[in-house]
């Protein structure tokens, strides 16, 4: 993808706002060469993503964002300019269960996303091999009961050593505390092995199963201190009958899984997810 600059914003809703910040982009040769806009009537907000041609302007990034930055006060704008020659930094946290952790690496081995992974950080021994063979450093960090707040310290400070931008729980059995959550807001993205807001916690799938639903599914959310309670990026589920047991119900999720983690990060790196209080506005 040619180099550019993605410009995402949310404001109070009001006439204007795209002539003022498009007006600007093509008063100086800009070219956007993607645009997406949202109205929320009921909140009364605005949200927009514009990706422009970092090479159709005369100047590079620090020089947009000090021009765009009265627009922005005017308009009383929440805004992000991202230049997509940075490499984002995924710091990947995995327990025993390895599909999800299995599918980021290939997509990042295949160059599906345009990332680096400083490294993987694991609860469990299980995976090192597998992920030191990537040639992605591997860091054990142990959480027994009596000293989880140790190992969530050492989490955070392997996250702020390795420079990350987002931390992945690809089935990271660990419920993370508020400390660390209020730490990275909008920063920590999950996959949960159920369709929330439904069963929560602990074998949904069983809990599925017990209730005799007909769809079972996964959601990918950003982590907050509410438990499975964050803002959702996505979400898909598959229909199951009255012949499948649990096993089958959790044989079908985790193909789930994969995909809406897969596809929840993936828009999270293109800078396609705006959040509003609980909810997000999701460009894809």
């Excluded at 997406?36 to 990706?51: I, L």
């Excluded at 505390?177 to 990275?184: F, H």
């Excluded at 899984?257 to 999270?268: D, F, I, K, M, S």
């Amino acid at each position: 993808m040619a180099h550019h600059y993605t410009f995402t914003l949310s404001c109070p809703d009001r006439v204007g706002i795209v002539a003022a910040v498009s007006g600007l982009i093509a008063g100086h040769g800009g070219w956007i060469t993607e645009a997406n806009h949202h109205s929320d009537p009921e909140a009364g907000r605005f949200f927009m993503r514009q990706e422009i041609l970092a090479d159709s302007l005369p100047f590079g990034i620090e020089a947009f964002r000090e021009r765009i930055a009265p627009i922005a006060a005017q308009f009383a704008m929440d805004w992000q300019l991202v230049d997509s020659a940075r490499k984002k930094r995924v710091v990947i946290l995995v327990s025993q269960l390895g599909h999800c952790l299995y599918d980021l690496l290939a997509r990042w081995q295949a160059r599906e996303w345009d990332i680096e992974i400083p490294c993987v950080i694991s609860n469990h021994e299980t995976h090192r091999r597998f992920v030191e063979w990537h040639g992605i450093p591997f860091h054990h960090v142990p959480s027994p009961p009596d000293h989880k707040a140790e190992a969530f310290a050492r989490v955070s400070e392997l996250f702020d050593e390795t420079r990350g931008d987002v931390m992945v729980l690809a089935r990271y059995m660990q419920v993370l505390p508020d400390s660390l959550c209020r730490r990275y807001p909008s920063r920590i993205i999950n996959i949960h092995h159920g369709f929330l807001p439904s069963f929560k916690g602990a074998k949904p799938y069983h809990q599925a199963y017990e209730r005799g639903v007909k769809l079972v599914g996964a959601t990918c959310h950003y982590v907050t201190s509410d438990l499975d309670d964050g803002p959702i990026i996505e979400q898909d589920v598959v229909r199951v009958d009255h012949s499948d047991d649990p096993n089958d119900l959790v044989r079908y999720g985790r193909d789930i899984e994969r995909t809406v983690l897969a596809r929840g990060l993936g828009y999270h790196l293109d800078d396609r997810v705006l959040i509003h209080g609980r909810r997000t506005v999701v460009f894809r």
